[in-house]
Nanobody, 124 residues
Framework: QVQLVESGGGLVQAGGSLRLSCAAS????????MGWLRQPPGKEREFVAA????????HYTASVKGRFTISRDNAKNTVYLQMNSLKPEDTAVYYC?????????????????WGQGTQVTVSS
């Protein structure tokens, strides 16, 4: 069982920044592709970003490219999402998730384990 705990959410003004962190349990963190996904209020869960097992490649949904950066530190069993130039439409519950396959990265159903979520609210 993989356990994931997100932190770093909060309320910021448009144009501001936040860094989300996700701490993972276990001893084989590097075996997993990691992703950040989000669920805006009243909408379905959507993919945001993913990073390969050793951090060599990243993938982002178009709306966050150039603004968000996903990274990981396998020695600390932690994945991060640096969010800059935040917009009100970024408001959502953000989830850290992992998958063991690493082939289909932008589909929420591919992720096996999920954190509890952290709220990000961007005011205008």
């Amino acid at each position: 069982q993989v356990q994931l705990v997100e932190s770093g959410g909060g309320l910021v003004q448009a144009g501001g920044s936040l860094r989300l962190s996700c701490a993972a349990s276990g001893r084989t963190f590097s075996d997993y592709t990691m992703g950040w996904l989000r669920q805006p209020p009243g909408k379905e869960r959507e993919f945001v970003a993913a990073i390969s097992r050793y951090g060599s490649t990243t993938h982002y949904t178009a709306s966050v490219k150039g603004r968000f950066t996903i990274s990981r530190d396998n020695a600390k069993n932690t994945v991060y999402l640096q969010m800059n130039s935040l917009k009100p439409e970024d408001t959502a519950v953000y989830y850290c998730a992992s998958q063991s396959r690493g082939l289909i990265l932008n589909r929420p159903s591919e992720y096996d384990y999920w954190g509890q979520g952290t709220q990000v609210t961007v005011s205008s």
